[in-house]
């Protein structure tokens, strides 16, 4: 896991296979809360990326250690639990 302290505001998150995942709102504890904008099919609330799952930060990217396909779905809730769709 990279150091979370690195991460900033407006830095985008990107999977690892260069593909965007999101744009970090801010760090919350061991988490990224990312902008409402980039929340998938609900984005009417903030949804968060955990920490572990960032491999490293350069520049202005916060790159994951899964694959953009794969890391939406690892996506969480406010409160922890996984996203669900909820059209």
């Not at 902008?35 to 955990?50: E, L, N, P, V």
């Not at 899964?66 to 059209?87: H, S």
Request: net charge negative; aromatic share 2%.
């Amino acid at each position: 896991m990279a150091d979370l302290k690195q991460v900033s505001e407006h830095m985008e998150i990107i999977g690892a296979d260069g593909v965007h995942i999101g744009t970090v709102d801010r760090v919350e504890g061991d988490r990224i809360k990312m902008t409402k904008a980039d929340s998938g099919s609900h984005g009417d609330h903030h949804h968060f990326i955990s920490g572990g799952l960032v491999a490293s930060v350069e520049g202005n990217q916060v790159r994951l250690s899964a694959a953009g396909d794969a890391a939406v779905l690892l996506e969480e809730e406010a409160g922890g639990e996984p996203i669900t769709d909820k059209r």
